[in-house]
């Protein structure tokens, strides 16, 4: 569990997110996890930030 924490912390600061807010969002809908890590088809394009 450990590992994929870590993991997960990774993949949202790579993004350039804010990590307590973004997992306490992907924990409220499993679905949108898959949407965040673009292994769905139906992931709409994300504004890049700035």
């Given amino acids: ?3 994929l924490r870590r993991f997960a912390i990774g993949v949202i ?6 990590v307590a807010e973004t997992m306490r969002n992907l924990a409220r809908n499993p679905r949108r996890v898959l949407d965040f890590l673009k292994m769905t088809d139906n992931v709409a394009p994300r504004p890049a930030p700035g």
């Fill in 1 to 3: 569990m450990t590992l």
């Fill in 13 to 18: 600061k790579g993004r350039g997110l804010a």
